[in-house]
């Protein structure tokens, strides 16, 4: 008999399972992770919310798909979902009332600046998210500091005029600008009641104010491993216990912890930005440092810095701190001690 | 010291849960495949040095006859599957991919197939080393995949003692069922090769290891063990690579073998369930290793079985008995899904590591779209031995093999364990493989360097 070669047979090595979870699927999840948080912003800021979102979408998708065109071999696809979380994530952080065109400039930003630069998907050291909200905040710091009221009676039916001004010229200041709970808490003096924190009746940026709808959400991503739930925990942890001790000292100075938790952007950081794991630790034990270093400088910039919100750089510091974290936390090899392992 | 006290399933840290398809061919007891007209019997079958065949074409061979010599200390003989006439020693594809040397053998069609010698071996009067040079004898190797020469592994090296003995009943390669059907099928040789093992070693105890999902055959060992056998069921967690030797060692004694060490560092010795059966039926009857169970499974194999198949039997035998593949076929493996090895042609002959064939049809075919590293740590969480599979992907994709050093590859066990996590498809273990190949061949080369110049 001859050797018989079986003409369809592919030859490829092992493992010949896999388990099916693919990167697009993973990031697909956390944009449907962030459907009811977009809702809750259309339902709070009415259509000017589905206007920012949309252009923050747009920027961030028409900026991947120009670099995905110009440079052949560039690594991701315009569908895998990760243009549009980012698009997404970034609008969540802005203001409700500022410029289209703004939010436009602010994801094309992201993805160019923040990711495009360091080689495309995987490679960006820095969320790209927040390097596109740094930007404009950096960029338009009028336009990033000014709050619509929320819940206002015409939200569904009139979108605010300063939404549609043109590039470059100032946009016209509604009258009816308003303090985020942060604001008015560290410069006025004023709480705002923990409830309407918790379920997002508050001035602020559109996608941070429902903090338990937040939490609802990235529970869903926790239960399905989409996402390191030690990050979020390790945020919490350590914020919890950073203003615990200084709401003891002096409640006045000090906020709660509840405030803390759920005012500003600290909710919307520590789920979606924070566990971002393109930019997060390798290691479980790295990224419970991360975690609590974001919390603890979060706590510093609020309390001593000249912000109201610290949350962003808390994010962006701690990307810088990554590679560093991974090395110094880089398990031991099995069968090995611990002076063993690799600390180059 | 009773292994369970500290969990409640005992197991290793990380590895991974691949879907098990253990129930196509669970069920099915152990059939034997009738003698084929002929068998390619490659003359080497396992890791060592190769044998030489000491038969020459137009021989008469009887069942269980010598027909390879061992040419060493690490290598193993080989015997006549069954009774006929040598035809030719010529080089036949082997499950490798490359060519070796093998004797075939025409079936005598008037010989009743009856073992050549057989016998019982009295071990209790022998002494440990008459014990293991009669395995050796016999042609043993390690059934579970690896082929390594049970004799040498048996052979204490000076100053270092056995304690333990396992027996690897994990089977933890999805689709495999061949070590639980023997658990079930031949509980009385498994006992007797504990006994003999235990002997050979000087060891005190013995522990069978088995996943839960095997919990009716870890059921009906235990209540099978011989009250003066000091042997004990550790029933373990089902989970990918439970059966490697340290994570087998680390779930039944908590110990855990020292980076680059052998298991008799810790006082262990671990065989597989499929080879202490054998060597129980040596003991019982004489017969070497001649055969095999071998699970005949998958989507694209018509009737899946398991089978007690003659090494050498050519795998198109083997397909014909099981009433032949489905027409959307597209790979065929031989040993599990996550370390086995795909196959090109359908003559290649079951060898004595062979524990299963795995028919994969198109659709159950893996097709890998390479996606850029996302640091999502799945790989990190899955591998058993701790690395850190993401960075070792991206040195070895940038060929710094050297840098791959320090990140430990050469703890690598080749599992694929970070491979089938790897959401962004990246061919981790496969990169890793071609890196320790070229590691080792330099390492090779500068040896080689030194003892010219010393
Ligand atoms: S193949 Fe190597 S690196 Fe990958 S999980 Fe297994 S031991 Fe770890
Ligand atoms: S599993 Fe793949 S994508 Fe995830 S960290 Fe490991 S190599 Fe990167």
Redesign the pocket.
């Known amino acids: 008999m001859m050797s018989r070669e079986h003409p369809d047979l592919l030859l490829t090595t092992s493992p010949f399972v896999k388990d099916p979870a693919d ?1 697009s699927w993973i990031m697909w999840q956390v944009n449907f992770a962030l459907m009811p948080i977009a809702a809750a912003a259309f339902w709070y800021f009415g259509l000017a919310a589905l206007l920012v979102m949309t252009a923050g979408i747009l920027g961030a998708m028409s900026m991947e798909f120009a670099v995905l065109k110009m440079a052949s071999g560039f690594p991701g696809k315009i569908l895998d979902g990760s243009a549009l979380l980012t698009g997404l994530l970034l609008a969540l952080t802005l203001p409700p009332g500022i410029p289209l065109w703004m939010a436009f400039v602010g994801g094309a930003v992201s993805i160019g600046l923040g990711k495009a630069v360091f080689g495309g998907v995987g490679s960006n050291m820095f969320n790209p998210a927040l390097v596109g909200r740094a930007f404009l905040q950096a960029a338009f710091p009028v336009a990033m500091t000014s709050w619509p009221a929320v819940s206002s009676a015409d939200r569904f039916v009139s979108a605010s005029s300063s939404l549609f001004a043109f590039p470059f010229m100032t946009p016209t200041v509604d009258g009816i600008s308003s303090a985020t709970p942060l604001s008015a808490r560290f410069f006025d003096g004023v709480s705002a009641p923990l409830q309407d924190l918790l379920i997002g009746n508050t001035s602020g940026s559109l996608g941070e104010t429902a903090g338990l709808l937040i939490l609802v959400c990235g529970a869903y991503l926790a239960i399905r491993r989409v996402f390191n739930w030690r990050i979020p925990l390790a945020i919490f942890g350590s914020v919890i216990l950073l203003t615990s001790i200084l709401y003891q000292i002096d409640p006045e100075i000090y906020p709660s912890a509840g405030f803390h938790l759920f005012a500003g952007g600290m909710m919307l950081g520590a789920v979606f930005m924070a566990t971002d ?1 393109v930019t997060s630790p ?1 290691t479980q034990k790295g990224c419970w440092i991360f975690g609590a270093g974001i919390g603890v400088m979060a706590v510093v910039i609020r309390q001593w810095g000249g912000l109201p919100e610290g949350v962003m750089y808390a994010v962006l510091l701690m990307n810088a701190m990554t590679p560093l974290i991974d090395r110094f936390t880089q398990a031991r090899t099995f069968g090995s001690t611990r002076s063993e392992r690799f600390t180059r | 010291m009773n292994a369970r006290f500290f969990h409640t399933t005992p197991s290793f840290k990380h590895g991974v849960h691949p879907d098990d398809y253990k129930h196509l061919t669970r069920d099915r007891p152990i059939e034997r495949l009738p003698f084929p007209d002929s068998v390619v019997v490659p003359i080497s079958q396992h890791l060592g040095r190769p044998s030489k065949p000491i038969v020459s074409p137009g021989q008469y061979v009887y069942r269980g006859q010598l027909i390879g010599e061992a040419t060493g200390f690490v290598s193993s003989p080989m015997h006549a599957p069954m009774s006929g006439v040598v035809r030719e020693i010529m080089l036949h594809h082997h499950p490798s991919g490359n060519m070796t040397e093998a004797v075939v053998i025409d079936r005598d069609p008037l010989s009743a197939q009856t073992l050549f010698g057989e016998r019982r071996i009295d071990w209790r009067s022998m002494s440990a080393k008459e014990i293991i040079d009669e395995i050796g004898i016999g042609g043993f190797v390690g059934l579970g995949g690896a082929a390594f020469p049970t004799h040498v592994k048996l052979t204490i090296p000076e100053g270092k003692k056995a304690r333990f003995f396992i027996v690897n009943a994990a089977e933890c390669e999805p689709y495999l069922n061949s070590d639980y059907r023997i658990l079930l099928e031949k509980r009385e040789a498994v006992f007797e090769g504990i006994r003999v093992y235990l002997k050979a070693l000087g060891a005190e105890r013995a522990y069978i290891g088995t996943e839960s999902n095997k919990a009716d055959a870890a059921r009906f060992m235990r209540e099978g063990i011989p009250s003066d056998l000091p042997c004990e069921v550790v029933e373990m967690e089902t989970k990918y690579p439970q059966g490697a030797e340290k994570m087998l060692i680390e779930a039944v004694l908590h110990k855990e073998v020292p980076s680059g060490k052998l298991p008799i560092d810790v006082e262990v010795v671990v065989n597989n369930v499929g080879t202490v059966a054998g060597v129980g039926e040596l003991f019982l009857f004489g017969q070497p290793l001649i055969e095999r169970v071998v699970t005949i499974t998958g989507p694209g194999i018509k009737t899946p079985a398991n089978l007690m198949i003659p090494i050498g039997t050519r795998l198109s035998d083997v397909v014909a008995y099981c009433d032949g593949i489905m027409d959307n076929t597209r790979q065929i493996l031989f040993g599990g899904p996550m370390m086995g090895t795909a196959q090109r042609f359908l003559d290649v002959p079951i060898m004595k590591g062979t524990s299963g064939v795995l028919f994969l049809t198109e659709d159950k075919v893996v097709h890998r779209e390479e996606y850029p ?8 969480d899955a591998c058993p031995v701790y690395l850190n ?2 960075r070792l ?1 991206a040195l070895a994709g940038a060929r710094l093999y050297e840098d791959m050093l320090d990140y430990h590859i050469m703890d690598c066990m080749e599992c694929a364990a ?1 491979s089938f ?4 498809n ?1 061919p ?1 273990v496969q990169r890793f493989r071609v890196a320790k190949g070229l590691l080792r061949e330099q390492q090779a080369r500068e040896n080689e360097k030194q003892k010219a110049q010393s």
């Open positions: 990167a794991p390798l | 590293c996302i640091r999502c740590q799945r790989c990190v599979p993401s992907g970070c996590v790897c959401p962004s990246i981790l």
